[in-house]
């Protein structure tokens, strides 16, 4: 359904929530010219006044709040529903029983959008790797417009999209799940690479990398994708367009890139280019250097030549709550990398250190494993501080499992709060240390999303004494 097909229309938002998502959607439902919106959350007015206070203009949104009622989505020419509410729900099927379609903000960005859409998935990375395109291809001198990337709105960069733009779209399995239904892909993918996550939704990977795998699955065979060499269920099942495999720690076969030594290389019917140096990057972690060869074949395959790539490449600064470095106090230097998730993006965290860490880590569970985690925060942090929660409980006890016997009886800190944790893990911090922040886990409980939980520590830190 494309935009210009709401005009009249009675449609109901299943979730309003607080990211920028849900009021971007219903802006963009006024912008149409739907004659009534009915904006429908579990959660209650108070929960969600930073949301309705930038919908106050509108006069023609009917608020069900605290409930969700059988009539809205029965009595409603279409539902828009959040990214997060699964396909199960019983709203969902109740509204396609009775033959209302049933929409996502990702579906109707690419009916609704004529640009060339380049878009991003993965469990780890997608978010840096869609910034570093962008940065690419802008710093080539070619219009740019993020769609999705972190707390960049969907629906609400639709109108600011300008003929001749590229939309760089990080899509997660949520918005992909809706893509599928539509039977559409970006005509340029990336794919950086896949492991456990959101198993609390999906139950099983199968469920997940289904999902994951939209993003190439309707691609045309003028479509290209750029994924992780470990990928190998894509070579089972292969696009009908070009694909081009990156591998961050060997070779490719064909054409694609690799590392040999110091240099990014990328290989294009048999003749090598170098597309960036490891040692220009200004981003920390061998995984960051990883991102930056996904981000730089995507751009190699979109046409923009090697120098350009290696020059734009060497002005990447990073992403906002991604290993970013907050401040130095007496010499211990915090960083915030609260995007991370999963035990997997912790473990890249560590390793991309070689000083001593102080880790904050733990919340809430999204029915992941931990085993790795616990011995990778035994073997390279120099201490830990944990949040309160489901995860955490399931972290300490694959900690304890693998003390020593002389180290059993072993205490550690759980924090209640972020200002807490913050405070324990700098009384045991020394100069020269590293205070990160780098969860593995969600953040739901103490905090309102995982940004929330990002600007609290930078408020945490900065209210250190002295700092």
Known sequence: MKQADLKGKRVTVFGLGLNEGGVGTVEFLERAGVREIIVTDVKKRDDLLPSLKKLERYKNITYILGQHRPEDFTHTDLVVKNPAIPWTNEYVRLAESKGIPVEMDSSLFFASCRNKIYGVTGTKGKTTVASMLAHILESAGRPVARVGISQTPVLGMLEKVKPGDTVVFELSSWRLSALGRAKRSPELAVFTNLYPDH????RTMAGYRKDKKYIYQFQKKTGILVANDSLDF?????????????????????????????????VRDGVESVLFRKSELLIP???????????????FAAGVEPAKIAASARTFKGVPHRLEFVLEKKGVSFYNDTAATIPEAVISALRSFDRSVILIAGGADKNLSFGDFAEEILARTKGAVFFSGNATEGLLREIRNRLPADDARRQFEVAPSMEKAVELAYRA??????????????????????????????????ALPGA
Do not use: K, W
Request: hydrophobic share 40%; aromatic share 12%.
């Open 199 to 202: 198993l609390n939704y999906y």
């Open 285 to 299: 972690g061998v995984h960051n250097q990883g991102n930056m060869l996904a981000a730089a074949l995507a751009a």
């Open 429 to 462: 911090a020394e100069p020269g240390d590293i205070v990160l922040l780098s969860p593995g886990a969600a953040s739901f409980g103490m905090f309102t999303n995982e940004f929330d939980r990002g600007e609290r520590f930078r408020t945490a830190v900065a």
């Open 234 to 266: 894509i070579r089972e099942e292969p696009p009908a367009g070009t694909t081009l495999y990156f591998s961050e720690s060997g070779t490719v076969s064909g054409n694609g890139g690799f590392f040999r030594d110091d240099e990014a290389i990328v």
